[in-house]
């Protein structure tokens, strides 16, 4: 599993990009404006903090193919070799994903995607991820992991190099149902991302191994 985090916000990303094997930040439009600051600073600081191994996926505004190449472009100078761009799968961004997939230069994510046909065509055209909404397809009913599955299915079948990025979730349990498809990537808020490795009993179970340890070798003591 790749796992990313879906933000803009530098405070949760040191912490999470800290604690978690996380390989890949992910931002998108309403992400960005909520911290209602130019883009190119937002990402600046957001390489500060997670470098030059970590990807960080940001997606472009343009309406036709050519300025989205243009975009595309111009936010790798940005960013730097670390740097995947989010394009939606409408029929002017698959049109964009040919023409950077053909250069061979700029990793996208196909983005916005809904249904399993639109990710099959991006990753025809060249998309390395492709980003399923899982939450808003299940707000209308429209079972997102089914979507994902019937995705990763396609995938496997046609015999294509893309991976699946799952993505829009708002509970653990959808993250959960979307690993057991075989996706092989999600891009998860912190706020989801954080509870994905809770549990009560952890907590208490830690809370008895220290109470039983502490009672017999002193407080804060460790094992060196
Ligand atoms: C990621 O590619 C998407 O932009 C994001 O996960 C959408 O999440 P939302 O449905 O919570 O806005």
Redesign the pocket.
């Known amino acids: 599993m790749i796992y990313m985090l879906?933000t803009a916000n530098l405070k949760d990303i040191a912490r999470c990009v800290d604690l978690y094997p996380i390989t890949g930040v992910?931002?998108?439009?309403?992400?960005v404006a909520k911290e209602n600051r130019p883009l190119a600073a937002i990402l600046k600081d957001i390489k500060n903090i997670i470098g030059d191994e970590i990807m960080l996926?940001a997606?472009v505004m343009g309406k036709d193919a050519d300025t989205i190449v243009k975009e595309a472009y111009s936010l790798k100078e940005v960013v730097g070799s670390n740097f995947v761009v989010?394009i939606p799968a409408t029929a002017e961004g698959i049109k964009a994903m040919k023409i950077i997939s053909k250069k061979g230069d700029l990793r996208i994510?196909a983005?916005?995607i809904l249904s399993p046909q639109q990710a099959l065509m991006a990753a025809v055209a060249g998309a390395e991820f492709l980003?399923p909404?899982?939450?808003?397809l299940d707000n209308i009913c429209a079972d997102g992991v089914k979507v994902v599955s019937d995705i990763v299915t396609l995938l496997q079948k046609h015999n294509l190099k893309a991976k699946v990025?799952a993505?829009?979730?708002?509970n653990v349990q959808q993250v959960h149902d979307v690993s057991m498809t075989g996706a092989q990537s999600v891009?998860?808020?912190p706020d989801v991302f954080e509870q994905l490795i809770l549990h009560p009993l952890t907590d208490s179970g830690v809370a008895g191994f220290v109470r039983d340890w502490e009672g017999v070798y002193g407080k804060d003591t460790t094992v060196l």
């Open positions: 879906d992910t931002t998108n439009p309403s992400i996926h997606q989010k994510t983005t916005a980003a909404y899982v939450n808003r990025l993505a829009s979730f708002k891009t998860v808020a």
